[in-house]
């Protein structure tokens, strides 16, 4: 299932328990999309003075302490914390009367965790990446037992008002951060190489790398709109004994389709590590 920012419906109130770059984008990104009316509509809470003056300078409510977002929050409360302090702040959560749908980016943190620590509550695990913080995240979620249709339209809503947000089973919130969650580093790595590319064949590192960026910006989009499988758009390039096909041939000479899967693989395989599945497991299992 594709859901993006064309999918979205009016929320009453948010609450973001953590105020930082992520949530902050998350915030903006429901008052561009107009999913909420007012900017007070929002609450959140930090322990980083900075974080909560920005928040305030945009008319968000803001709180030292987490009780207040869990009181106004109506539709959703989504934990924008650390992992080591989730169960603090789930109890926090668990202290007030709340019909809230609970949502936590925190990474690595497992729905059973969350529903241990939040008995009877309706909670959605998430995964968002960097690029939320321009608009363009690719975000996979789960829900939680007890989560409903419901929850599944407000999660569509926050999270495709800052790109995409993909439903998974959350065995494969793994390879999400995987190939997502880590994937912009390695889209960066290939920009980089690409931009050194151009500077070895005489062009200035200003233009080779805004070039290179726009490159992929641009063929991501057709990969996006066109619907088309990857290999037929690189076909659409690749004229007989052309310039295009030379260089692929190049690539696939360095390995560049397997060592994409490797890093792929090895980034859901430290995340299933990270997660405390055994070795075992991962090998057996998850074929890892």
């Known amino acids: 299932h594709q859901y993006t920012t064309k999918e979205f419906k009016m929320l009453a109130s948010v609450g973001f328990i953590g105020s ?17 009316t007012d900017p007070s509509s929002i609450t959140c809470s930090d322990i980083f003075p900075p974080s909560l003056e920005r928040a305030a300078a945009k008319g968000y409510k803001t709180s030292s302490s987490n009780d207040k ?3 106004n929050a109506k539709s959703a409360i989504i934990l924008a914390v650390k992992p080591n302090i989730i169960s603090k702040v789930c109890g926090d959560v668990i202290k007030e009367d709340s019909d809230a749908v609970i949502i936590s980016i925190a990474a690595g943190v497992t729905l059973d965790t969350l529903e ?7 909670v959605v695990r998430v995964m968002p990446n960097t690029p939320c913080l321009v608009g363009e995240a690719a975000s996979g979620f789960a829900l939680g037992k ?15 008002s800052v790109g ?17 969650g880590s994937g912009p580093a390695y889209v960066f790595q290939f920009i980089e190489a690409l931009s050194d590319g151009g500077v070895r064949a005489g062009l200035p590192r200003d233009v ?8 992929v910006k641009g063929a991501a ?4 709109q066109t619907g088309k499988h990857p290999g037929l758009l690189k076909d659409g390039v690749t004229s007989p004994g052309g310039t295009t096909i030379a260089g692929v ?13 490797s890093a792929v693989k090895a980034a859901t395989k430290r995340s299933m590590q990270l997660g405390g599945i055994s070795s075992e497991d991962i090998e057996n299992k998850y074929n890892l």
């Open 20 to 36: 930082g770059m992520m949530a902050s984008a998350l915030m903006d990104g429901l008052m561009a999309n107009k999913a909420i």
């Open 69 to 71: 977002v869990i009181q």
């Open 116 to 122: 241990r620590h939040l008995p009877g509550r309706r």
């Open 146 to 160: 007890l989560a409903d249709v419901h929850d599944r339209e407000i999660v569509k809503t926050i999270f495709g």
């Open 164 to 180: 995409l947000a993909m439903e998974v089973k959350e065995e494969l919130l793994n390879a999400v951060t995987g190939l997502s």
């Open 208 to 215: 080779a790398t805004t070039l290179a960026a726009q490159t």
């Open 221 to 224: 989009e057709m990969v996006l």
């Open 249 to 261: 041939e190049a690539l696939e000479k360095g390995g560049f389709r397997a060592t994409t899967i």
